[in-house]
T-cell receptor
């Protein structure tokens, strides 16, 4: 059972544009929603995370929007840069870092 | 060390052989996690250690998989009688405690031929 569904699987954005990646979850007991960035040959690295008591969190060019009633959350990358080209994973957990990951989105930012 | 270290970085083994994968967490991190990343199944949680004990083994896919952690530091993931479907990248992560940021290693790419 896929508890966290992520879309799109791949995304191409022009430099300076906005990248938007969406995730939906099923388990209402989830209380921690991080996003990870992974470059080829590397392990995932935490980008930004949110808890369900807030609807939005912003860190630099990265923003998480959270909709508890819809059980959805999204990552927005403003002013996307070629260096942002990577695979992005959303995740959710009930307990700390025992994470259920989405399927991943391969982002390519064209110069 | 500066980060989570995993060895070997690549491992090719014959079907039916046993393999051991090693993880050296960041010094002082009490929590340690193993994940598996494969094309078909994405990123899957395998096991969580707090100190030397494993309160959550729920993600281990079969009894061929086991893990231990000694001295609250190094962890070994053992796969017995490897099968082709075990081919994946095995990722280790550690965190100061269960609820703080987890840092991932670069993984061990296991290929079963």
């Amino acid at each position: 059972q896929q508890q966290v569904k992520q879309s799109p699987q791949s995304l191409i954005v022009q430099k300076g544009g906005i990248s938007i990646i969406n995730c939906a979850y099923e388990n209402t007991a989830f209380d921690y929603f991080p996003w990870y960035q992974q470059f080829p040959g590397k392990g995932p690295a935490l980008l930004i995370a949110i808890r369900p008591d807030v609807s939005e969190k912003k860190e630099g060019r990265f923003t998480i929007s959270f909709n508890k009633s819809a059980k959805q959350f999204s990552l927005h990358i403003m002013d996307s840069q070629p260096g942002d080209s990577a695979t992005y994973f959303c995740a959710a957990s009930m307990t700390g870092n025992m994470l259920t990951f989405g399927g991943g989105t391969r982002l390519m930012v064209k110069p | 060390g500066a980060g989570v270290s995993q060895s070997p970085s690549n491992k090719v083994t014959e079907k039916g052989k046993d393999v051991e994968l090693r993880c050296d967490p960041i010094s002082g991190h009490t929590a340690l996690y193993w994940y598996r990343q494969s094309l078909g199944q994405g990123l899957e949680f395998l096991i969580y250690f707090q100190g030397n004990s494993a309160p959550d083994k729920s993600g281990l896919p079969s009894d061929r998989f086991s893990a231990e952690r000694t001295g609250g530091s190094v962890s070994t993931l053992t796969i017995q009688r490897t099968q082709q479907e075990d081919s994946a990248v095995y990722l280790c992560a550690s965190s100061f405690d269960r609820d703080t940021e987890a840092f991932f290693g670069q993984g061990t790419r296991l290929t079963v031929v």
